[in-house]
T-cell receptor, first 112, second 114 residues
């Protein structure tokens, strides 16, 4: 079973700061997704990346898929308290139709 | 409203009890999943159903018994659980395979085994 390691595990920053979260694996993925989970709720899909080197932007969030499709990063510009939550990456291995493997998670807290 | 509804939201049960978790999706998806989320562990896939047929059982103990009567409903029957089974149980659905298919999750059932 491939493992998706996320770093850092915890991050506490002040409003307005920038941050980057990393998702790394030794396995190649056909696609990679990022989710955000708020307390008491299930994860919510933010983005899917499928092409090596692909960059996608969602307002202040920038997602990048590594050239070799083994890693990904999430960069948040000018973080806001509403960005607080658990960020999960999830990879779909080539040949598996539906199965997603989730990363270890990064818990982000943004304070005023 | 997420489109995937899980009940109950919270459940406390003794080790000798039998209970069931329910999941319902109104998105027309044909795949449904059970995941276990424990503190300090990644989300663990438990079961996968495609078009009502179980396609994956991730070495889950037999005290967890899934049931999928149709593509919209998924149950997880619980009996003789252990305290270490306490966790957030998440149901998800998706429109089958394909590289771009995301999951829609329910809000989960917070299970405490005493």
């Amino acid at each position: 079973t491939q493992l998706l390691e996320q770093s850092p595990q915890f991050l506490s920053i002040q409003e307005g700061e920038n941050l980057t979260v990393y998702c790394n694996s030794s396995s190649v993925f056909s696609s990679l997704q990022w989710y955000r989970q708020e307390p008491g709720e299930g994860p919510v899909l933010l983005v899917t990346v499928v092409t090596g080197g692909e960059v996608k932007k969602l307002k202040r969030l920038t997602f990048q898929f590594g050239d070799a499709r083994k890693d990904s990063s999430l960069h948040i510009t000018a973080a806001q308290p509403g960005d607080t939550g658990l960020y999960l990456c999830a990879g779909r291995q080539t040949g598996t139709a539906s199965k997603l493997t989730f990363g270890t998670g990064t818990r982000l807290q943004v304070t005023l | 409203e997420t489109g995937v509804t899980q009940t109950p939201r919270h459940l406390v049960m003794g080790m000798t009890n039998k209970k069931s978790l329910k999941c319902e999706q109104h998105l027309g998806h044909n795949a449904m999943y059970w995941y276990k989320q424990s503190a300090k562990k990644p989300l663990e896939l438990m079961f996968v159903y495609n078009f009502k047929e179980q396609t994956e059982n991730n070495s889950v103990p037999s005290r967890f018994s899934p049931e999928c009567p149709n593509s919209s409903h998924l149950f997880l029957h619980l009996h003789t659980l252990q305290p270490e089974d306490s966790a957030l149980y998440l149901c998800a659905s998706s429109q089958g395979g394909g590289t771009g298919r995301g999951y829609t999750f329910g809000s989960g059932t917070r299970l405490t085994v005493v």
